[in-house]
T-cell receptor, first 112, second 113 residues
Framework: EADIYQTPRYLVIGTGKKITLECSQT?????MYWYQQDPGMELHLIHY???????EKGDLSSESTVSRIRTEHFPLTLESARPSHTSQYLC???????????FGSGTQLSVL | QKEVEQDPGPLSVPEGAIVSLNCTYS??????FMWYRQYSRKGPELLMY????GNKEDGRFTAQVDKSSKYISLFIRDSQPSDSATYLC?????????????FGAGTRLAVHP
């Protein structure tokens, strides 16, 4: 079983609050990703990192930001949450083989 | 038009049935083809991984890639209730970065006893 952890699993929060979604992996993977998933829709990449101090935006525009100060840790931050941010956020990591991703269990975010 | 098309289902089958799940794609540059399984309230997990064309078998699961038709399939033999999940196809071109992975929207499968 993959060792990638996301907290919290569920988060209900009011508009305007700052939130940080945590993601950690213990596999030593250099590549990490954040995907957004809405019911019945494709996973969309919002951020990725190929290593420490390397972060890039994905194809789906997002108001969130990420950081990669340590290999194992890839947190996602929303400075001011809005109802349009309500979604499931999935963190993943990979090593060398393209497309072989290990996913966390996700954070279901609801912004009221 | 989406690069990857996948019938959302739901697909409901009796236990023991053979299940066929499919995806079509438009980008002929795709070379890596994956099937992920996602249980409710969980993240996807990699089920099958193939490079270029051909078949790959792993237990009750067989993945097929037909690049001439731009069509991939996942077959599940002797389906079990524990196979009930959403199945996502995913694909990637050989060139370009790891961030070029494209997912289908997923097919929901329900296997009833």
């Amino acid at each position: 079983e993959a060792d990638i952890y996301q907290t919290p699993r569920y988060l209900v929060i009011g508009t305007g609050k700052k939130i940080t979604l945590e993601c950690s992996q213990t596999m030593g993977h250099d590549k990490m990703y954040w995907y957004q998933q809405d019911p019945g829709m494709e996973l969309h990449l919002i951020h990725y990192s190929y290593g420490v101090n390397s972060t890039e935006k994905g194809d789906l525009s997002s108001e969130s930001t990420v950081s990669r100060i340590r290999t194992e840790h890839f947190p996602l931050t929303l400075e001011s949450a809005r109802p349009s941010h309500t979604s499931q956020y999935l963190c993943a990591s990979s090593l060398r083989e393209k497309g072989k991703l290990f996913f966390g269990s996700g954070t279901q975010l609801s912004v009221l | 038009q989406k690069e990857v098309e996948q019938d959302p289902g739901p697909l409901s089958v009796p236990e023991g049935a053979i299940v066929s799940l499919n995806c079509t794609y438009s980008n002929s540059a795709f070379q890596y083809f994956m099937w992920y399984r996602q249980y409710s309230r969980k993240g996807p997990e990699l089920l099958m991984y193939t490079y270029s064309s051909g078949n790959k078998e792993d237990g009750r699961f067989t993945a097929q890639v037909d690049k001439s038709s731009k069509y991939i399939s996942l077959f599940i033999r002797d389906s079990q209730p524990s196979d009930s999940a959403t199945y996502l196809c995913a694909m990637l071109p050989s060139s370009g970065g790891y961030n070029k992975l494209i997912f289908g929207a997923g097919t929901r499968l329900a296997v009833h006893p």
